[in-house]
């Protein structure tokens, strides 16, 4: 724990997302054990969710679910019946105009610790403008909780950090888990455009259009913006515009495997394919393989911070695997990023 | 009568007996011996006094049974807190009314069985002209326009499709089962809607045997809708939370 805190602290992180990979694979342990050092260090914490968080029962599985303690002194957005029932004492702050099933979203400041339950927004906007709340009433670090396999969070729009959750119940063998999880974590290290020139004209595209067409002009580059309704109804007429001269294509919003694989039907090598941030990216393996093997490379506008990924060995269905193993098939497989194992950490510490 | 909340117990013929009733199936055939297996599993459970009450053979060596006993447990009614909202129910009548005086002009709702969804049972009762126990669905709302674009949609047409036709509300139905794949697939349109930017300019809901409005908040859904809903149900809370976001937007 003292180490992911440290990188944390390095990297000054202020507003950390913590994703996972699917649902039980420990999203939830991981932000308590965040909240729980922030307060030994009397830092104060703003937290809310990307989606639902803290309930006693799993709604699908049924099984009891680690829940949420919310400190003295944090502060904390939630759907309003959720604030009206939590056992932790809470004041309300302000009410946002963010609707959820449960109610507007309110902002509360808790006056003495217990649980909670965190519903938050469903929209990137939305976690946005909590988070900007919560830093301007005085939080030091926001903790956004992600939900099920959602990624948005982690976007640079909201969060400058991302702590990646992955575990056991991801697939069916150890295997099986280490390579999903290295694959996201390739997406999500997606460079960002080294070439300042192409950087230029890349954002230059996206600022007038939905997607751009790069071309190499002499020296230079020029740039080709297509407007359109949505980004994803850009694509076609921007992989129409291809040319020898074509020098990268950039789309503004999420690139699927059928870009890809109509992108590859044009030419045996590919240019490379610029998108805003690693959230935008809808890839499978296979595709990303079949583009990669060929040359293609793909780079990103802005980079994710992925500061670290967390690992449960345990699965909610019974097929758990020894945490000594896993912790060392992942670190291994993973690496250079760091994986952790909270809960064996705490159990090591404990002896 | 007075009942102490904040320490209930199962009501059988007076308060507080903490009477019971279980039932359940043992692999073994009816006898005095299944009979006392039964009591025992019942003694097990923490009842007190267990007595079968039914025993019947199943055949192929199952009995089943039937027992009453006396659960001494009892639970602090007044500690719990589950948070609620209650939901705005409007008549059809009364959705098309505030449509054409608030939002003036058609609301645009499309809908859509995705991924590898086959299931339509669900949209079809919510969207058909003919609509599900007597309540008319939406396509009869003369205030709505409603496409229903069927079943196997991927996410990314859906996305499309609704763009084209300027939807207000995208509604989205799949049997979500524990397996992770249905939960993923819904998942996926909202990551998708936020990549394409759309994220605020849409309703997104969804519906189906398991979903709550817990589970839809968790999906990173506006609304989620269950069993037992009906087309207006749906069709008032998008009606009104368009016309609170368009409220919101002029202040």
Do not use: W
């Not at chain 1, 969060?159 to 099986?176: W, Y």
């Not at chain 2, 003036?104 to 086959?118: F, L, N, P, Q, Y």
């Not at chain 2, 609704?162 to 049997?175: G, M, R, T, Y």
């Amino acid at each position: 724990m003292d180490k992911l805190i440290k990188i944390i602290e390095e990297k000054d992180c202020r507003a950390i997302a913590i994703v996972g990979m699917t649902k039980n694979v420990g999203k939830t342990v991981t932000l308590n054990r965040l909240i729980a050092e922030f307060e030994k260090k009397r830092l104060t914490t703003g937290l809310v969710s990307a989606g639902y968080d803290g309930e006693r029962f799993d709604r699908l599985t049924l099984k009891e679910k680690p829940r949420i303690y919310a400190p003295q002194g944090a502060y904390a957005a939630t759907a309003g019946a959720c604030f009206e029932a939590a056992e932790a004492e809470l004041v309300l702050i302000e009410t946002s105009d963010l609707s959820t099933p449960l109610g507007l979203i309110i902002i509360a400041g808790v006056k003495a610790g217990g649980l909670i339950e965190l519903a938050g927004p469903g929209s990137v906007s939305g976690l946005k403008k909590l988070t900007a709340r919560m830093f301007a009433l005085g939080a030091e670090y926001i903790l956004v909780d992600g939900a099920i396999n959602r990624m948005a969070s982690a976007s640079p729009q909201v969060t400058d950090g991302t702590i990646l959750a992955t575990g056991a119940s991801l697939g069916p063998t150890m295997e099986d888990v280490v390579k999903k999880t290295a694959f996201r974590l390739k997406l999500m290290e997606t460079p960002t455009v080294s070439e300042a020139l192409l950087l230029k004209v890349a954002k230059k595209g996206l600022a007038e259009g939905s997607a751009a067409v790069v071309y190499r002009s002499g020296d230079t580059y020029r740039v080709e913006a297509i407007k359109a309704a949505i980004p994803l109804l850009a694509v076609r007429q921007a992989l129409a515009k291809f040319s020898k001269e074509t020098a990268a294509f950039v789309f503004g919003g999420a690139l699927v495997d059928d870009i890809i694989t109509e992108l590859m039907k044009l030419t045996p090598n590919p240019p490379p394919v610029i998108v805003k941030d690693a959230t935008k990216l809808f890839l499978t393996p296979g595709t990303f393989s079949r583009f990669t093997d060929r040359g293609g490379r793909i780079m990103a506008i802005n980079r994710l911070n992925l500061l670290a990924v967390t690992i449960n060995p345990t699965d909610p269905s019974g097929r758990d695997y020894n945490p000594d193993i896993f912790l060392a098939r992942m670190t291994e497989a993973l690496s250079p990023c760091p994986v952790f194992d909270l809960v064996l950490e705490g159990k090591l510490k404990d002896q | 009568m007075e009942i102490d909340l904040s320490r209930i117990k199962a009501y059988g013929d007076s308060l507080n007996d903490g009477a019971v009733q279980v039932s359940f199936t043992l692999p073994v055939p009816a006898g005095d011996e299944a009979k006392e297996a039964a009591r025992q599993m019942a003694l097990k459970m923490g009842l007190e006094e267990p007595a079968v009450a039914e025993m019947a053979d199943l055949g192929a060596g199952f009995s089943f049974f039937v027992i009453y006993g006396k659960c001494m447990h009892t639970v602090n009614y007044e500690a719990i807190k589950i948070p609620r909202r209650q939901q705005l129910v409007m008549s059809f009548g009364e959705v098309n009314e505030m449509i054409r005086k608030e939002i003036k002009r058609k609301v645009v709702v499309v809908a859509a069985c995705t991924g590898s969804d086959a299931h339509t049972v669900g949209i079809d009762a919510i969207i058909n002209m003919k609509g599900y126990m007597g309540e008319y669905g939406l396509e009869r709302y003369p205030e709505m326009e409603a496409y229903n674009l069927g079943s196997q949609v991927p996410n990314a047409e859906l996305l499309a499709k609704a763009v084209e036709l300027n939807a207000d509300a995208i509604l989205v139905s799949q049997v979500v089962t524990q397996k992770n794949i249905h939960l993923e697939n819904l998942t996926e349109l909202v990551e998708l809607a936020e990549a394409e930017g759309l994220r605020d300019r849409v309703l997104l809901i969804c519906g189906g045997p398991r979903i709550s409005h817990e589970l839809a908040i968790e999906l990173g859904y506006d609304a989620g809708f269950g069993p037992g809903t009906l087309p207006n149900h749906v069709a008032s809370y998008i009606t009104a939370e368009l016309v609170r976001r368009l409220k919101a937007e002029s202040k």
